[in-house]
């Protein structure tokens, strides 16, 4: 089982920025794909985006794209979500994970490790 953890969370405010990490013991984000998820008080957890480990492209929903980028740091054993402009909707638990799925998957249920999450709260 691989390990992940998520950090980086904390309390913004509204138009502020935060970048997120989720950190391996290893290189394994040079051989698995990485999606982040978020879950917010109330709501199901969604699918905010993910990068291949083929090709290092990127998948965002639709209602974030142009405000996140997601990126493996160079060493690959750390994941990275960089998110602008945050709204108080973005408020949520945020969750990493990977899956050995060539491409970013909107499904939970495609991805096998998970890590235990990081709180962000985006205050108006």
């Known amino acids: 089982q691989v390990q992940l953890v998520e950090s980086g969370g904390g309390l913004v405010q509204s138009g502020g920025s935060l970048t997120l990490a989720c950190a391996a013991p290893?290189?394994?984000?040079?051989?698995?794909?990485t999606g982040w998820f978020r879950q917010a008080p109330g709501k199901e957890r969604e699918f905010v985006g993910g990068?291949?480990?083929?090709?290092?492209?990127?998948d965002y929903v639709d209602n974030v794209k142009g405000r996140v980028t997601i990126s493996i740091g160079n060493a690959k054993t750390t994941a990275f979500l960089q998110m602008n402009n945050l709204k108080p909707g973005d408020t949520a638990v945020y969750f990493c994970?990977?899956?050995?799925?060539?491409?970013?998957?909107?499904?939970?249920?495609?991805?096998?490790?998970w890590g235990q999450g990081t709180q962000v709260t985006v205050s108006s």
């Open positions: 994970a990977i899956t050995t799925n060539r491409e970013p998957s909107d499904s939970s249920s495609d991805y096998d490790n």
């Open positions: 290893g290189p394994i984000f040079g051989s698995y794909t």
């Open positions: 990068i291949s480990w083929t090709s290092g492209s990127t």
